[in-house]
C-alpha cells in the first residue's frame, strides 16, 4: 500500500498508526498522470492532507527551491491554520521544506522577501494571488509552480471571489501551461458543475474526480424546548439556559448563529444564564483581527468551554478539541449544516455530534428538513452564474500593473477562464476603454485614465501610481461603510456599520463583543467607548439574509402536505398544524396558498410561497406598488423566510391579478431604478472594478465620501451613457443577490399555475408567525418587546381557536 512513498512519508505514517486511504492514493495516481483533480470527502477524511501529499512527495523525490505548491484559502484563518497543520508533518519528518502564508495581514517586508525568494509552498488567498499576479516579476515568480490546490471550493466558485480566482488560474495557466490544478470539498451536490469551473477553459472532463468513502453518520439531534416551540423569532435563544447545560455537559462547544447580530444576542443570553461561570467567547467577522486571534488561541489551548461563532468559523478549521456543535436557529441549508456538524471531532471514522435549535414553529419544520436531508446524504444545488463584469475589469488592471497587455492574448487568456466563456472581443474592447477611461461619460477627467495604447496595439498603465492605486485597493469584498470602535486608550474592538452609529449619541450603550459599551462621543472615523454594566441594545449589520434552500424550502412544502409526518413534531408543532388544516387549508407541495382575513381593523394577504426573505422582501415592494395603482390602499408589508403578509384599507378580493408575470418587466425594473438597490449595487461596483478607490497613500476614505463619490457618478452615467458597462454590471447585482430574482420569477411561475385563495373571517394559524412580526422590526426595549408578545399570545388564542 505505501511501498511506491519516499521512505519518510512512509515512517510517518506508520509512526501515526495510519493507513493511506483510497482517495488519497487516487489523487497520487492522478498527479503522477498529471491530472486535474476535485477530490470530495467528508470532514476528517484527511483532504488537505491528500492535496498536498503529492507535492511534498515531489519535493522529497526531487528537491528544489521557488515556489512549487500554491494553496487557496476563502479564509485568513484557514490559511494560518492550515500552514500550522502542515509544519507539523514536515517537521516531524525532517524535510526541508518552507511553508509561508501570504493574506492582507502579512507585514510588508515579509511579502517583499516571498516575492524574491519564495518558499517552496504558499497559502494565501484569490485577493492575495491576484495581487501578487499585478506585479512585473509575477512570471519569474511563477515559472516553476507545479500545482495550484484550492480548498473549500464550494466556498468562493460561485460567487465574485470565484470569478476573480478563475481568472488568476487562467493567468496562471498561461504562465505555466502544465500546471495542475486541485480542488478539494466536503459539500458539493453536483461535482460535474465544479469539474467544469475548476478546469481550463471549462473542459470538465479533464478533471478527474475523486470520491472519498464515506464517514460516519453524524450525532445530529434537534432540541426540544422546556416550555412551548415559540411562535416567531428566529434565534433560538429562549433555549438559553438548556444551551448552558449542553456545553457544562461537553469540553468544547461551537454554538453558531446566522449573523453578527445574533451572536452578540446569543452571548447575552448565554452569560445571564452562566451561573457557572463556564468560560464563553465570541468570534465575528466585525471583531478586530487582535480579539479573533485572541479567542483563536483560547480555543487552541483549550481554555475555552463554548464560544459563539458565525460563518467566521465554519469553514474547515481543525480546532481539535470541539466534541458538540449548536446551530441556533435553522441553519437554511442542508451543506451549510453538513460543514457546521464537521467541526466536531473532525474525525472521519467518529460521528459528529451537533444539535439544532429551531427558533420559531415554521423554523421546527425547516430543521426536520435539514436534519432529513443530511442523514439522506443530500446537498444544496449551487447556482453557477456568468463571470461579473467588475471582477474582470480589476483583473484586467492587474495584469497591465504587470507589464503591457496584447489584447488577443488577454481574450484567448480570460476565455480560457468557465464563468466567462462568454466574453467576445468588442465585449472585451468595451472592458479595455472602460479601465482606461472610465467610459465615454467620464473620459474628460483625467482620474480615470489609468491605461493609454502603444503604437503596437497593446494597452499599458498610463503612470505608475495607477499600479499603486490598484495594490491599495483590490479586493471583492465589499463592506457595508463602517467606523473602528476604540477605547480611550486607542484600543481597537471592531467595526460597526455606519448607519447603526448613526443612530446612537453620547451615553447610548450597545453590547460588541461580549460586552455593554458606552458611547462617549464619535466622528467620522470612529466611536469612542468605554466599558459599562447597564443592559444595551443589539447592533444590526446591513447585507441580504441567508435564505432557506430551494431544496430544503421543497421539504417543508411536503411536511405541510403530509400529516403523516406530523408525529415526528413537538405536540404544540402538531397542533398548530392540524388547526390549520381545520380552520383553512394546508397547501399541496406545488401549490401556492394566499389567504386573506380582516384583522384589527385592516385587511391582510398572506403568500405561503417558502422562497426566503430576499424574494419575499422583493415581491411585497412589487405588490404594495401595484396594489398602490390599482386602489387597494395597503399600508405595509412583513416577511420571513416562508411568508409574505401585506395588509392594507381594502380587501383583496381576487390576489391572481397581482401575481401576473408582466410584475417582472415593468414594476420590478420601475422599482429597483427607482429605489436605493440600484445606487447601492453601483457603489459596490464602482469599487471592485477600481473606478473608484477606498483607500489612499496613508488614508482611507470614510463609508460616506465613497457612497458620495459614487451617487455622483451614478446619476451623471444615468443620464449621460445608461448603457455603461458598470450600470449593467449593478443591475446584475441587483437582479441576482439583492433581490433573488430568480427565485421570484419561479414564484410567479408557480402562482400563475397553482394559486389557491382561501378567504377567511379571521387569522389562521399559519399566518400567526408571520404577523407578528409586525411592529416588531425595530424593537430595542424590553417593556416593548413584552408588551408585543402579550399580543402575539392573544394572536395566536384568536388563530388556535376552532370555528
Same mark, same amino acid.
Given at each position: ?9 512512509? $515512517? ?8 493511506? @486511504? ?17 477530490? +470530495? ?27 512549487? %505548491? ?11 491554520? +492550515? ?26 517586508? @515579509? ?18 494571488? #491576484?495581487?501578487?499576479?499585478? /506585479? ?17 471550493? *464550494? ?17 496562471? =495557466?498561461?504562465?505555466? !501551461? ?6 478539494? %470539498? ?13 478546469? !481550463? ?33 428566529? #434565534? ?36 445571564? =444564564? ?28 483549550? @481554555? ?26 435553522? !441553519?437554511?441549508?442542508? #451543506? ?47 447556482? &453557477? ?59 474628460? /477627467? ?23 492605486? *490598484? ?39 450597545? &453590547? ?45 412544502? =411536503? ?5 403523516? =409526518?406530523?408525529?415526528?413534531?413537538? *405536540?404544540?408543532? *402538531? ?11 394546508? !397547501? ?8 386573506? &382575513? ?10 405561503? #410561497? ?7 422582501? %422583493? ?22 423566510? /416562508? ?70 457618478? /451614478? ?34 411561475? $408557480? ?12 387569522? %389562521? ?39
Amino acid at each position: 500500500m505505501t511501498a511506491d512513498l519516499p521512505v519518510p512519508i512512509v $515512517r510517518w505514517f506508520a509512526g501515526r498508526g495510519w493507513g493511506v @486511504r483510497r482517495h488519497q492514493r487516487d489523487m497520487l495516481e492522478a498527479a503522477r498522470r498529471g491530472e486535474h483533480a476535485l477530490l +470530495v470527502a467528508p470532514t476528517g477524511a484527511g483532504k488537505t492532507l491528500a492535496g498536498f501529499l503529492p507535492s511534498l512527495i515531489d519535493l522529497i523525490d526531487r528537491p528544489r527551491e521557488g515556489l512549487h %505548491s500554491l494553496y487557496i484559502s476563502p479564509l485568513k484563518a484557514l490559511a494560518v491554520d +492550515v500552514q500550522r497543520n502542515l509544519l507539523t508533518p514536515i517537521a516531524e519528518m525532517d524535510l526541508p521544506i518552507r511553508v509561508e502564508t501570504r493574506t492582507g495581514d502579512t507585514p510588508s517586508d @515579509r511579502k517583499a522577501r516571498q516575492r524574491a525568494r519564495p518558499p517552496q509552498m504558499l497559502l494565501t488567498t484569490p485577493e492575495s494571488l #491576484s495581487l501578487l499576479l499585478s /506585479y512585473p516579476d509575477a512570471e519569474y515568480l511563477f515559472a516553476g509552480l507545479d500545482t495550484v490546490i484550492i480548498d473549500e471550493i *464550494h466556498a468562493f466558485a460561485t460567487e465574485k471571489r470565484g470569478d476573480l480566482l478563475s481568472l488568476s488560474l487562467s493567468r496562471l =495557466q498561461s504562465i505555466r !501551461p502544465q500546471l495542475r490544478r486541485v480542488g478539494l %470539498s466536503a459539500t458539493v451536490a453536483e461535482p460535474d458543475a465544479f469539474r467544469h469551473w475548476l478546469a !481550463p477553459g471549462g473542459a470538465g472532463e479533464t478533471v478527474r474526480l475523486v470520491e472519498g468513502e464515506p464517514g460516519a453518520p453524524p450525532d445530529l439531534s434537534i432540541l426540544i424546548p422546556e416550555g412551548r416551540v415559540p411562535w416567531s423569532g428566529h #434565534s433560538g435563544v429562549y433555549a438559553a439556559r438548556q444551551v448552558i447545560d449542553i456545553i457544562a455537559a461537553h469540553r468544547m462547544t461551537l454554538v453558531f448563529c446566522n449573523t453578527r447580530s445574533l451572536a452578540e444576542l446569543t452571548f447575552q443570553e448565554l452569560w445571564s =444564564q452562566n451561573e457557572e461561570n463556564l468560560p464563553i467567547g465570541i468570534h465575528h467577522g466585525s471583531l478586530s483581527r487582535e480579539a479573533r486571534r485572541k479567542v483563536e488561541a483560547a480555543m487552541a489551548d483549550g @481554555r475555552l468551554r463554548g464560544l459563539v461563532a458565525t460563518a467566521s468559523l465554519d469553514l474547515g478549521i481543525d480546532w481539535g478539541d470541539v466534541d458538540c456543535v449548536v446551530q441556533m436557529g435553522a !441553519p437554511k441549508g442542508s #451543506s451549510r449544516l453538513l460543514q457546521r456538524i464537521g467541526r466536531a471531532n473532525h474525525r472521519m471514522d467518529e460521528p459528529s455530534k451537533a444539535i439544532l435549535i429551531p427558533g420559531n414553529r415554521f423554523e421546527y419544520l425547516e430543521a426536520q428538513a435539514a436534519y432529513d436531508a443530511v442523514m439522506a446524504g443530500e446537498r444544496d444545488a449551487e447556482r &453557477f452564474r456568468p463571470g461579473a463584469r467588475d471582477v474582470l475589469a480589476q483583473h484586467v488592471m492587474a495584469l497591465a500593473c504587470a507589464g503591457p497587455i496584447d489584447p488577443d492574448q488577454l481574450l484567448a487568456e480570460v476565455r480560457g477562464a468557465a464563468p466567462y466563456a462568454w466574453l467576445d472581443r468588442a465585449q472585451l474592447d468595451d472592458m479595455l476603454q472602460f479601465v482606461s477611461t472610465g467610459g465615454y461619460a467620464l473620459r474628460a /477627467y483625467d482620474r480615470f485614465q489609468r491605461l493609454v495604447r502603444e503604437p503596437n496595439g497593446n494597452w499599458r498603465i498610463a503612470h505608475p501610481r495607477f499600479a499603486q492605486q *490598484h495594490r491599495l485597493n483590490a479586493g471583492i469584498i465589499v463592506d457595508q461603510p463602517a467606523i473602528d470602535i476604540r477605547f480611550a486608550n486607542g484600543r481597537k474592538l471592531g467595526t460597526v456599520e455606519e448607519a447603526f452609529a448613526a443612530t446612537l449619541a453620547p451615553g447610548d450603550r450597545f &453590547f460588541f463583543s461580549g460586552m455593554s459599551l458606552e458611547v462617549i462621543r464619535q466622528n467620522e472615523a470612529e466611536l469612542l467607548v468605554k466599558a459599562s454594566t447597564k443592559s444595551a441594545t443589539i447592533p444590526s449589520w446591513g447585507g441580504t439574509r441567508m435564505a432557506m434552500s430551494t431544496h430544503l424550502a421543497g421539504r417543508v412544502r =411536503q411536511f405541510l402536505a403530509d400529516p403523516s =409526518q406530523w408525529d415526528r413534531f413537538p *405536540h404544540d408543532v *402538531h397542533e398548530w398544524l392540524a388547526m390549520q388544516a381545520v380552520r383553512s387549508v394546508l !397547501p399541496r407541495p406545488d401549490q401556492l396558498l394566499i389567504e386573506t &382575513f380582516p384583522h384589527e381593523g385592516l385587511h391582510h394577504m398572506v403568500v405561503y #410561497s417558502f422562497e426566503g426573505w430576499n424574494a419575499h422582501q %422583493s415581491l411585497g415592494m412589487l405588490l404594495t406598488r401595484r396594489m398602490e395603482e390599482r386602489g387597494l390602499k395597503p399600508i405595509g408589508f412583513v416577511s420571513n423566510d /416562508y411568508a409574505l403578509a401585506v395588509y392594507g384599507l381594502e380587501p383583496v378580493r381576487d390576489p391572481a391579478p397581482l401575481f401576473s408575470a408582466d410584475i417582472l418587466d415593468h414594476e420590478f425594473i420601475d422599482w429597483v431604478e427607482e429605489s436605493s438597490l440600484l445606487k447601492r449595487a453601483f457603489r459596490d461596483v464602482a469599487v471592485i472594478s477600481g473606478l473608484i478607490e477606498r483607500q489612499q497613500p496613508g488614508a482611507r476614505k470614510t463609508g460616506r465620501q465613497v457612497t458620495f463619490s459614487t451617487d455622483l457618478i /451614478y446619476d451623471v452615467l444615468r443620464r449621460y451613457e445608461p448603457d455603461h458597462l458598470l450600470l449593467k454590471a449593478a443591475w446584475a447585482d441587483a437582479r441576482a443577490r439583492m433581490t433573488d430574482v430568480g427565485r421570484l420569477g419561479e414564484l410567479i411561475d $408557480r402562482a400563475a399555475a397553482t394559486l389557491l385563495h382561501v378567504q377567511l373571517e379571521r387569522v %389562521s394559524p399559519l399566518a400567526v408567525p408571520v404577523l407578528i412580526m409586525i411592529g416588531r422590526e425595530s424593537v430595542a426595549q424590553r417593556a416593548t418587546e413584552d408588551a408585543l408578545l402579550i399580543q402575539a399570545e392573544e394572536l395566536a388564542r384568536v388563530a388556535m381557536t376552532p370555528d
